[in-house]
């Protein structure tokens, strides 16, 4: 049995006026649950700034509470030098250690139990404030597709930013989506990825396996965002996924739990 969480936060505007109070409510919920690992699936900050994913950092408690996997989000690369800053490398680097190929950061894997957590960055900065597009890259694929072959036996489970689908089973709209998808799902797929956990979108859904989508796919919405802020709580085991969203009560100041959903990966 594994279990984890997958959250993912965000400090813009007055949509995510709460933040600061909602995950000190959290840093409660790591400590009362006793999380095997935790998954966080990009967009820290709005801008990457330093000091902003700083601060994300130390509210998450980076570094002190249970073992984790991070990947930035397109805000935590959202100019040039925001990207070749490291920031986001430097404060989620309690979270980002793992088997990799050669020096280079991503993707990179964490054995979590009988599973593998497997860490690939689909974020990349663009030059026009309008465009969220992300990308893999070739050489990051390459590297993918080697780490996936050569870990040991175990399911892998893909963490990234960018979804497959939209809650309501389209595509990204162009300059919000992923430029190289289809070549991380067919990576994904031929290297026996059972399921893919993203963020990007701020309400959280999933969609299981189909003709269309090789393994189920799951998207952790937003911690922070007001009034849709959640995340989810997973155990597994064997090859069944049972998904608790944690639903942030304003009046409480806490968390509640919201509609189990529970999947059969296919392992
Ligand atoms: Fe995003």
Known sequence: MSAWINL????????FRHSERILTALRQELKQRNFDHLVFSGDATALGFGEEMRRAAELLGVGEGPPGLAVPGNHDYCTRAAMRSGHF????????????????????????????????NSSSANRLYWDARGRVGAAQLARLEKLLAGLESGPRILVTHYPIWLAEGRRERAFHGLRDLDDLVSVAQRGGVVLWLHGHRHEPYYHPGSERTPF??????SVTHCGRWSYNDYTLTGSHLRAVPRIFVEEQGSFRDGCTFELDLPI
């Open 216 to 221: 189920p796919v799951i998207c952790a919405g």
């Open 8 to 15: 993912s936060l965000l400090g813009r505007g007055k949509n």
């Open 89 to 120: 490398e430097h404060y989620f680097a309690p979270w980002q250690s793992g088997e990799r190929i050669g020096e280079e950061v991503y993707p990179f894997a964490q054995r979590v139990g009988p599973v593998w957590l497997v860490a690939v």
